[in-house]
């Protein structure tokens, strides 16, 4: 086992504690700083899309990994976030304040929907939730005089504080800062009462009700920094699409988020971020897997959802603790060899509650 | 300090009365054990103390406040907090995330600035870290402190929800079956712990009990119930010794 001493309650505030991290985060920050020197256009491109979906894992994370709400609905904060931001743009409103408008309009809405959601469990919040989504996705598809409907909605061009930002590496350093920013909130929420109150409502509403959490309010709050952190998303991807139109925004889109914190590892920072590398690599994994297939079954229409549906079924069945869990025991496995044992992650033994009440 | 008086209390499960006008008071500073055969109604009247469930009938007060008037999460701002019979810890979270958790009540929450980590959240932080260590030594279990509550064993469990209760600071404290499940030595600890408890923190106790060797040591009064019914209140002895106690609970023909 590796100890670590601590010397100092700060040690357990911080969120980085460990050496190795710390490294680690750092390396991580800078490459990603310097990716525009080696990194082609399309590459780079790419990369910025991965960060985006990293922002919408941590959205999704926050309500499904954190606070144990399952939803099906965040691609519609996606396209809110998307259509919202274009819109407010294309009205003249410059790109800070509208990026600010939206996330707070993406997290109003999140709170309604979260108001709704604070009283249903599993299987009813994730039809609720898909209705949800496919309410927002009829109304973004049919308000034509807004959104422009099925023909689609042109993106205005990013511009900051009035500096037209065209190239790539522009947009890329956009999202990256974005990205960092989100990462740094939600691990500060995740240090910080709020953040604990989600776990535990995630862990035993029953004992978080006696200790003192309104287990409703903070449903509602967190659905509410869900929604508004997809919403950032959606406005990145906006630019990155440079071309909306409601479909992009439907049920597909949802299982590819959940996919991805599943896959990634429900319940953590990192795993949305492992999850979005992962779902990024899905499209070669997809054009790979049509090769080896017969014609009769790559030429399927259902191809893809379905694919999505076996990877999270395999997960949940084989790795519930996605690729997150993998690395850590990898990192355990360094970090202690050659003590590591396989028991190491095998636990002592399990309780099952026999009686639960909501 | 004040005193947990509950009156005439009664619900029903579907016409099966699980607690039928019960009345007792439990005066500040007092150990009070309430003990019964299974399905009694024990936990029920915790569950009806903690605002769980709703009773048909009756009252209960603690101090001046009127608890029915009170929703189930600010019950622990009046001071009342309490263990589980089946243990309910967060699961997924380590002992000391659970025991922050216990905080809660004294802890102001805003997303925003928990979301920016400022405003002193960092000295906040600390303070609260303080009582929580201040638990943790009271209660012996620094030793698991980073642990997830999954990997830890039933008797640690057990000692930690106990902690999660006194982070509260909670003036009376309502334990459902400390001792259940535990081994001599560890039922032998539960009993030096509920001294500390008791008079280092000036807690006053209301716990349900089977183990009337622990009982009979720790408390000061004991109330014994069948079938949702009232059969006495008294010292341990007395309670023990009564007729209708012996009959009901211990299925000794009188
Ligand atoms: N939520 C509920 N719905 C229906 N019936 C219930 C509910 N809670 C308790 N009861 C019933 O109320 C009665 C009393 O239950 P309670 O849990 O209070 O017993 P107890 O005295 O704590 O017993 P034990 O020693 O086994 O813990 C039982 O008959 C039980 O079936
Ligand atoms: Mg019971």
């Known amino acids: ?358 | 300090m004040s005193s947990l008086v509950v009156e005439n209390l009664s619900i029903e499960f579907g016409g099966v009365r699980a607690v039928d006008g019960v009345s007792f008071a439990v005066e500040p500073g007092e150990t009070f054990a309430i003990i019964g055969p299974n399905g009694a109604g024990k936990s029920t009247i915790f569950n009806l103390i903690s605002r769980i469930y709703e009773p048909s009938n009756g009252s209960i007060h603690y101090g001046e406040r009127n608890l029915l008037d009170v929703p189930p999460h600010r019950v622990v701002n009046l001071g009342i907090a309490r263990t589980f019979q089946n243990i309910d810890l967060f699961e997924q979270a380590t002992v000391l995330q659970n025991l922050l958790v216990g905080r809660h009540s004294r802890m102001s929450r805003n997303l925003l600035r928990d979301f920016l980590f400022i405003a002193g959240a960092r000295a906040r932080e600390r303070e609260h870290r303080r009582k929580v260590e201040d638990i943790i030594d009271l209660l012996q279990i620094a030793h698991y402190r980073d642990q997830k509550i999954s990997d830890l064993s039933y008797g640690a469990r057990k000692n930690v929800e106990l902690a999660r209760a006194l982070c509260a600071e909670p003036t009376l404290l309502l334990l459902d079956e400390p001792a259940s499940g535990l081994n001599q030595e560890e039922t032998d600890d539960v009993s030096f712990w509920l001294d500390d408890v008791k008079h280092d923190l000036g807690v006053t106790i209301v716990m349900v009990e089977h183990d009337m060797g622990l009982v009979g040591r720790v408390a000061d009064r004991v109330m014994a119930i069948n079938d949702g019914k009232l059969l006495a209140i008294g010292t341990p002895d007395e309670v023990r010794n009564n007729p209708d106690v012996q009959q009901a609970y211990l299925g000794i023909p009188a």
């Open chain 1, 1 to 358: 086992m590796q100890i670590i001493f601590k010397t100092s309650y700060d040690q357990d505030i911080n969120i980085l504690s460990k050496r190795g991290e710390y490294i680690r985060v750092t390396l991580l920050i800078v490459s990603m700083l310097a990716a525009p020197l080696f990194l082609d256009v399309y590459y780079l491109s790419e990369l910025g899309l991965l960060l985006v979906y990293a922002i919408a894992g941590i959205g999704l994370m926050i309500s499904t990994g954190f606070t144990g709400q399952v939803s099906f609905g965040h691609a519609a904060f996606l396209g809110i976030g998307a259509y919202c931001h274009s819109i407010l743009m294309t009205t003249g409103v410059p790109f800070s304040v509208s990026v600010v408008l939206t996330t707070l309009f993406c997290g109003f809405i999140g709170m309604l929907l979260g108001r709704s959601a604070s009283r249903m469990h599993g299987f009813y919040l994730a039809v609720a939730t898909l209705a949800f989504l496919i309410i927002v996705e009829t109304v973004i598809g049919e308000w034509t005089s807004l959104t422009g409907g099925y023909a689609g909605f042109l993106v205005p061009e990013l511009q900051i504080f009035g500096v037209y930002l065209p190239e790539i590496w522009q947009q890329y350093y956009v999202d990256l800062g974005l990205t960092l920013f989100v990462v740094w909130g939600t691990a500060n929420l995740l240090r910080s009462p709020t953040g604990r109150a989600f776990l535990a409502v995630r862990d035993s509403e029953l004992s978080a009700r006696s200790l003192g959490i309104n287990v409703e309010w903070v449903k509602i709050q967190s659905f509410g920094i869900s929604a508004a952190i997809t919403g950032i998303a959606g406005i990145l991807l906006a630019h990155h699409l440079a071309y909306l139109s409601p479909e992009t925004f439907g049920v597909l889109e949802s299982l590819k988020l959940l996919l991805m914190i599943v896959v990634g590892g429900l319940g953590s920072i990192t795993g949305a971020i492992f999850g979005a590398i992962f779902v990024s690599l899905l499209p070669v994994l997809l054009s790979l897997l049509r090769d080896v297939l017969p014609g009769a079954i790559s030429q399927q229409a259902g191809l893809e959802p379905m694919l999505f549906g076996v990877i999270i079924v395999l997960f949940v069945v084989f790795e519930p603790d996605g690729i997150n869990g993998r690395w850590k025991k990898l990192l355990h496995f360094f970090e202690t060899f050659p003590y590591y044992r396989k028991a190491s992650f095998v636990r002592q033994k399990r309780y099952l509650k026999t009686e639960r009440m909501r």
